[in-house]
């Protein structure tokens, strides 16, 4: 996409330089990945990158679509001048804050509120120049190293830093030429900013052996040298050529991968390092908590394990540590406030603790089943019938880039998507066109619920022709009428009348069809809504939240009152709504 080059750093250039980013990300991720071998081997630097961005994108947008309204909420375009620079940054960096994945997601996403913390707090101004944005990347770089527990020299902190001084030395002698104006010019501070990164990156080898014995640059770094392209290019409207990944150019991706035949010098190095001694999970999570409950929590986690980085504040925090005692981990964040969202990754199958005879590539498969489902208990079902599955807790739909690593995983050549969640479909529509690119052919079947989902899996054979697959399974879940039961969290307007907190809400697809105070009530409802137009089989899945008598009844009310009709029963486990309902 053609990009107008911005003069000044002001609430579009935020966007602009968001939207950069995310793609640059994209294109590099897989050789960001490839030569990701510290703190842990675990080649999903690139991805996790690209994921964070991808939340900050988010948020950035969804300020510019709250600007785009009326605030009277008439839904006609608003006439003002949209977001200011402040609303801008501090959405860019909330995003990241809690879209942070990995270690170097949670560090990118420190450098982002350091550059925040800078430009909000200059006032309310449409914009600021060069001199803004030099100090701006200063913050970043401080911010984040003061973020890690024990900072490393060789990373991605190095590359940040060398950014920072760049930038300040490049103003320093602009005045010292008597050239002042080249000093509040921000293409000249990007620019300055992304060739001290360059070459920093190009040290990083001398600096951490790790990378030396790997034969490449850090992987967090790189990525770092990627974002700060994208800037350089908001300003100038220029593409900039990205480095070599390894001292020897060319090589490091082959390096990293192992193309020369034999152990991959990136996994033996790692295996030489912690000899799979290593901590054994990775634990991210959101804390609120106040400021000197997060202190004590530092330093409890610093001596459960290593890679502590816990980035924040105002309230909110996200936290990340690679330990053996994933629980104790956990519960130190308990301890120190409220902790969700919590994502706890064992190094298994492919990483830095696994023997390289472990690691050798399986065959592709020919074809697979992605899912989108929204409990550990449809999780099970689902893979238990063959289907690659991406677990969407409440409140946290996933991003396109978890969708892509599902379609990666499945390791097929062909790929039908389930994102079982109308609100997913452009999700996962962006999902299956970067599949596309990777040479994946992919189907994506429109499903609106996981019980749709179930009919869909349920005459997937794949040892038909592709094409005849997906008509099937799509018949099979258009065919499926699908509702829910759950508790409204707030007083609204739907379309069965107002609603308050507590309420119990049945839906059928997609619409608030019953309002009512029981739960077995208003399913029982719910369910005769459905059944009134016929149907063959009922599939009922159970949340956590939901009465243990209500399926028996529901069994019982199919059982009396509809002839011909089954019904089958499943755990969901948390997810979300109290009960789905499917008829097909």
Not at 535 to 552: F, H, K, S, Y
Request: glycine fraction near 12%; charge should be negative.
């Amino acid at each position: 996409m053609a990009q107008v080059p911005q003069r000044f750093f002001d609430a579009l250039a935020v966007r602009t330089w968001c939207g950069l980013s995310l793609r640059a990300l994209g294109r590099a991720r897989e050789e960001i990945d490839a030569i990701n071998v510290y703190p842990v081997a675990d080649g999903d630097t690139g991805t996790n990158l690209y994921l964070t961005v991808e939340s900050a994108v988010a948020a950035v947008e969804a300020v510019f679509a709250a600007h785009a309204v009326d605030a009277a909420g008439d839904g006609e375009p608003d006439d003002g001048d949209g977001p200011s620079l402040a609303d801008a940054v501090g959405a860019m960096a909330h995003g990241a804050l809690i879209g942070a994945r990995g270690n170097s997601g949670t560090i990118l996403a420190q450098l982002l509120r350091g550059m925040a913390q800078v430009l909000a707090a200059r006032g309310e101004p449409a914009h600021t120049d060069g001199a803004g944005l030099r100090l701006a990347l200063r913050r970043a770089a401080d911010s984040a190293r003061q973020a890690v527990a024990h900072p490393v020299e060789g990373t991605v902190l190095t590359v940040a830093s060398a950014a920072a001084d760049a930038a300040e030395e490049a103003a320093a002698e602009a005045t010292a030429d008597g050239a002042e104006g080249t000093e509040g010019d921000c293409a000249a501070v990007a620019r300055a900013a992304y060739e001290g990164a360059r070459e920093a990156l190009a040290a990083t080898p001398g600096r951490l052996p790790v990378l030396e014995r790997a034969g490449v640059v850090d992987a967090g770094g790189q990525g770092l040298v990627t974002v700060l392209a994208a800037l350089v290019e908001t300003f100038t409207g220029r593409a900039e050529t990205l480095p070599g990944r390894a001292p020897a150019p060319g090589n490091a991706v082959r390096h990293a991968r192992g193309e020369h035949g034999g152990e991959a010098p990136a996994q033996k190095c790692a295996a030489e390092e912690g000899d799979g001694s290593g901590p054994a999970f990775e634990v991210i999570y959101l804390l609120e908590a106040e400021d000197a409950a997060v202190a004590r929590l530092r330093q409890r986690l610093d001596a459960l394990g290593d890679s502590l980085v816990v980035v924040g504040g105002d309230g909110l925090w996200n936290v990340h540590v690679h330990v053996d005692d994933a629980g104790a981990a956990v519960e130190a964040g308990v301890e120190a406030g409220r902790p969700y969202r919590i994502r706890i990754t064992h190094f298994g199958h492919g990483d830095a603790h696994t023997s390289a005879a472990e690691r050798m590539p399986r065959e592709r498969a020919q074809r697979a089943v992605v899912a989108v489902v929204p409990g550990e208990g449809l999780a099970g079902l689902y893979t238990e019938a063959g289907a690659t599955t991406v677990l969407a807790r409440p409140g946290e739909p996933p991003a396109s880039g978890e969708l892509v690593q599902a379609v990666r995983r499945a390791h097929a050549r062909e790929v039908v998507l389930l994102p079982n969640d109308a609100e997913l479909r452009h999700t996962a529509a962006a999902a299956a066109e970067q599949a596309r690119t990777e040479g994946v052919r992919v189907a994506l079947i429109p499903t609106r619920s996981a019980v749709q989902g179930i009919a869909a899996l349920a005459v997937h054979e794949p040892d038909r022709r592709f094409d005849e697959d997906v008509v099937a399974m799509t018949s099979a879940a258009g065919a499926t009428r699908h509702a829910e039961v759950t508790v409204a969290e707030r007083q609204s307007w739907t379309t069965a009348g107002i609603c308050q907190a507590g309420d119990v809400l049945g839906l059928v697809d997609g619409d608030v069809a019953v309002i009512g105070t029981d739960v077995t009530e208003v399913a029982t409802t719910v369910l005769d809504r459905m059944l009134a137009a016929g149907g063959e089989l009922v599939t009922l899945v159970l949340g956590d939240g939901a009465p243990r008598t209500v399926a028996a009844h529901l069994e019982a009310r199919v059982r009396d009152a509809y002839l011909a009709v089954d019904t089958v029963v499943y755990q969901g486990g948390r997810q979300g709504a109290l009960l789905l309902i499917g008829v097909e």
